[in-house]
């Protein structure tokens, strides 16, 4: 089973993550199949907080992937945030 997740990366107290679609068994920061997205927690300023790419998520979900509840968060936000900019 394929899965949409977090894959946790940066320094300590200063977490990064990406957006990763990954074989169930795999470990959280190891093997993935693609990388999606970033999801930045503690973004400042100019920084950008999150970017998602929402046509290969959809791609992902059509053939079975199951986002984590987190990841499915993450993409709720990112689609709302898409809608109010091209409306």
Known sequence: MVTIRLARHGAKKN???H???AD???KRDGRFIERIGF???VARGQD??????????DYWLSVGARPSERARQLIDS????AAAQSA
Request: net charge positive.
């Open 48 to 57: 950008e907080r999150m970017r998602i790419d929402l046509e290969r998520v």
């Open 39 to 41: 999801y930045n927690p």
């Open 19 to 21: 957006v990763t679609v």
């Open 15 to 17: 977490p990064f993550f």
């Open 24 to 26: 169930r068994t795999a």
């Open 78 to 81: 990112a689609r709302r945030a």
